[in-house]
C-alpha cells in the first residue's frame, strides 16, 4: 500500500491502467476543524465564516464548493498575484486532478508551504492541518486516520477490534440468542434470493469467516506465537504492512524459511535504532494463513477491484463503481515458488515475457466476468443470472451492512 508514479488511480474504475495503491491519504492527525461535506466525495470543508459576504454566508457549505469547483474559482483576498491556485503533493491521482484543475485556468504551485491555495490535495508526507485553512473559499483533501484500512496492521487491527465490540454486544441479555438464530451458515444455492435477485438481509459474518488467521510480526508474544504453530504442512504468507505492488511479500513453506525470519526480526529487535523507529522494520508486517484451494477463473488466481465511497452517512449518500477482476497470466500452482501465480497485481504480471502479449487478459471488465459465471456456474450452482450485478456488486451496498 503506497503511492508510486507507475500505480496511480485509475481514470475510470471500468477502465484499469494501473495497479493503484492503498496507502494515499494522510495521517492520523489534522482532523479537528473540518467537517465533511455533502459536496464533492473526500472534499473537506465546514461552514462559511461569520465575516463573509452576505451570499455567500446563506450557501450551504456543499454549494460554495460547488462554486469553487465548478465556478472556476476567483483569485484570493490574501495573494496579490494571479490564480486561483492548487497544489497537488504526491502522486497519486495526480494526472487527473491536475488536469482537471488546469482546464478550468488554475495555476499549480510547487510550494507546500502557501496558504493561498484554493485547492489542496493531500497525500501521507503532504498532510496539512488546519491552522490556516479558509473556511468557505478554500477545498482540502485528506483522508484522515486512513491507516485503519489502508496498512495491514491497521486494518487487522480494525478488524479485530470489531470482533471484540460483536462479542462484548452478544453478552448482552437476549443478544445471544438472537446471534445463535443465525450461526448456521447457509450453502449458496441456499441463500434467500428475492426478486429482481437481491439479497435478504443476512447475518454478521465473524471475522474467521472472510479473514484469514493472521499474525503481527511487531508485537512479540504474536510473534513468537506464530514461530511456535508453524508446521512445514502448511503455507503462510509473509507482508509487509505499507507497501504496494506485491512489493516484500514472499512465502513460508519450511522451517529453514521461517527460522531465517526468526533470526532476522530478533537481530532487528536487538538494534538501537530500532526503538527509534519500531514501525520501520522488517517486524512491521503480517504472516498469514495462506490459502491453498482459492476460488479460481480459467485455472488462475483472481481478485476484483471496486471502488465505494461513503460520502455521508446522516443520510447514507453511497458511490459505488463496478470496477474490474485482476487475473494472474500463469495457471495456480500451490507449489509453484514464481510468485506472478499466487499475486494478482499487475506490477507483479509485467515480469512476465509473455505480458505483453497476454496483458488484456489479466483485466476482466465486470461484463466479462458476469458473462463468465453464467457460462460456468449459474446452473450448475444455482445462482440468479447475472449474479455479478444483481447480488455482488449490491450486496455491500445494503444498509444492513453500514447499518
Not at 490564480?83 to 488554475?106: E, L, M, Q, R, V
Not at 462479542?167 to 450453502?187: C, F, I, M, N
Not at 509473509?238 to 504496494?244: D, G, I, Q, R, Y
Not at 453464467?374 to 451496498?397: E, I, M, Q
Request: net charge positive.
Amino acid at each position: 500500500m503506497g503511492s508510486s508514479q507507475e500505480e496511480g488511480l485509475p481514470c475510470q474504475p471500468s477502465q484499469p491502467d494501473h495497479d493503484a495503491g492503498g496507502h494515499c491519504g494522510p495521517d492520523l492527525e489534522g482532523t479537528e476543524r473540518a467537517s465533511a461535506t455533502p459536496g464533492p466525495p473526500g472534499l473537506l470543508n465546514s461552514h462559511p465564516p461569520a465575516d463573509s459576504d452576505d451570499t455567500n454566508a446563506t450557501r450551504p457549505s456543499a454549494a460554495l464548493l460547488e462554486g469553487l469547483l465548478l465556478g472556476g474559482g476567483k483569485p484570493s483576498p490574501h495573494s496579490t498575484r494571479p490564480g486561483p491556485f492548487f497544489y497537488i503533493g504526491g502522486s497519486n491521482g495526480a494526472t487527473i486532478i491536475s488536469s482537471y484543475c488546469k482546464s478550468k485556468g488554475w495555476q499549480r504551485i510547487q510550494d507546500s508551504r502557501r496558504d493561498d491555495y484554493t485547492l489542496k490535495w493531500c497525500e501521507v508526507k503532504s498532510r496539512d492541518n488546519y491552522g490556516s485553512f479558509r473556511e468557505g473559499e478554500q477545498l482540502l483533501y485528506q483522508l484522515p486516520n486512513n491507516k485503519l484500512l489502508t496498512t495491514k496492521i491497521g486494518l487487522l487491527s480494525t478488524l479485530r477490534g470489531r470482533a471484540r465490540a460483536m462479542s462484548q454486544a452478544s453478552k448482552v441479555p437476549g443478544a445471544q440468542a438472537r446471534l445463535e438464530k443465525d450461526t448456521a451458515a447457509p450453502a449458496l444455492e441456499d441463500l434467500p434470493w428475492t426478486s429482481p435477485g437481491y439479497l435478504r438481509p443476512q447475518r454478521v459474518l465473524r471475522m474467521e469467516e472472510f479473514f484469514p488467521e493472521t499474525y503481527r510480526l511487531d508485537l512479540k508474544h504474536e510473534r513468537e506465537a506464530f514461530f511456535t504453530l508453524f508446521h512445514e504442512t502448511q503455507i503462510w504468507i509473509c507482508k509487509p504492512t505499507a507497501s504496494n505492488q506485491g512489493k516484500g511479500i514472499f512465502l513460508l513453506r519450511n522451517q529453514e524459511e521461517v527460522a531465517a525470519l526468526q533470526a532476522k526480526t530478533r537481530s532487528m529487535e536487538d538494534d538501537p535504532i530500532h526503538h527509534k523507529t519500531p514501525f520501520r522494520g522488517p517486524q512491521a508486517r503480517v504472516v498469514q494463513r495462506y490459502i491453498q484451494n482459492p476460488l479460481l477463473l480459467d485455472g488462475r488466481k483472481f481478485d476484483v477491484r471496486s471502488y465505494l465511497l461513503i460520502a455521508c452517512t446522516t443520510p447514507y449518500m453511497i458511490f459505488f463503481g463496478h470496477g474490474y477482476a485482476r487475473l494472474t497470466l500463469s495457471l495456480y500452482d500451490p507449489r509453484s515458488s514464481d510468485l506472478s501465480g499466487h499475486l494478482t497485481n499487475q506490477f507483479m504480471q509485467k515480469k512476465s515475457p509473455l505480458y505483453m502479449l497476454l496483458k488484456e487478459d489479466t483485466v476482466w471488465s465486470m461484463e466479462h466476468l458476469n458473462r463468465y459465471i453464467n457460462d460456468t456456474f449459474w446452473k450448475a450452482r444455482g445462482l440468479p443470472k447475472d449474479w455479478v450485478f444483481t447480488t455482488l456488486t449490491v450486496r455491500p451496498l445494503c444498509p444492513p451492512v453500514w447499518g
